[in-house]
């Protein structure tokens, strides 16, 4: 029961940490992401698409879409995970 309870704890302290960087994200959209956009040059434009590019696979990923609308979530983030543990066994 111990390793469901610490997962359980663990998954928790994941989705209050999301929930934390979601707040402070929409925070920064409130704000223009901290650019003027009157005066947004190329730089912001590369930036601002670049932070576009990875919240739409975060949502691809969440959602079912894009990339991933024939993969299960769960079974997405497993094949990650497990990818991981392998290349840092070796």
Same mark, same amino acid.
């Given at each position: 029961?111990?390793? =469901? =309870? =610490?997962?359980?704890? !663990?998954?928790?302290?994941?989705?209050?940490? !999301?929930?934390?960087?979601?707040?402070? +994200?929409?925070?920064?959209?409130? =704000?223009?992401?901290?650019?003027?956009?009157?005066?947004?040059?190329?730089?912001?434009?590369?930036? !601002?698409?670049?932070?576009?590019?990875? +919240?739409?696979?975060?949502?691809?990923?969440?959602?079912?879409?894009?990339?991933?609308?024939?993969?299960?979530?769960?079974?997405?983030?497993?094949?990650?995970?497990?990818?991981?543990?392998?290349?840092?066994?070796?």
């Amino acid at each position: 029961m111990k390793g =469901q =309870q =610490q997962a359980t704890r !663990i998954y928790a302290d994941h989705v209050t940490g !999301i929930k934390a960087m979601l707040k402070r +994200l929409s925070e920064a959209g409130e =704000q223009n992401f901290f650019t003027d956009p009157a005066t947004a040059n190329w730089a912001d434009v590369g930036s !601002i698409e670049h932070l576009a590019h990875k +919240l739409r696979e975060i949502c691809d990923m969440t959602f079912n879409e894009g990339e991933y609308a024939d993969h299960d979530f769960k079974e997405t983030l497993h094949l990650h995970h497990e990818h991981g543990r392998r290349l840092h066994s070796r």
